[in-house]
């Protein structure tokens, strides 16, 4: 069966990180879900970003190199963290990308990528 890889982007509001007590049971949660995605051979990787603020834009535009604190574009989330997974379809990344929400509370975008 042939699989496809799709990013599982989780977007945070802008700000500072909620205090330890709140935050902890929210990254228990994801851990679980992220050691059944493990388990069950459908996770690729994953990883959680630095605030938005700490972002570099990279343009270039016509030879010359343009870099721009911040994100690149000005809004009230921002892409926290992600994971990839490797499933045969789309129904099976929305599963995963559901269980991911869930555990987060989070809004989480789901895309495949294109080979």
Known sequence: MEMTQYLLAVYQPDGEPPPPEFLEPIMEAVGKVEQECKDSGAWVFSGGLTGAESATVVRVQDGRELLTDGPFA?????????????????????????????????????????W
């Open 74 to 114: 000005e809004g009230k989330e921002h892409l926290g963290g992600f994971t990839i997974v490797d499933v045969p379809d789309l129904d099976a990344a929305l599963v995963w990308g559901k269980k991911f929400a869930a555990a987060t509370g989070l809004p989480l975008e789901v895309r495949a990528f294109r």
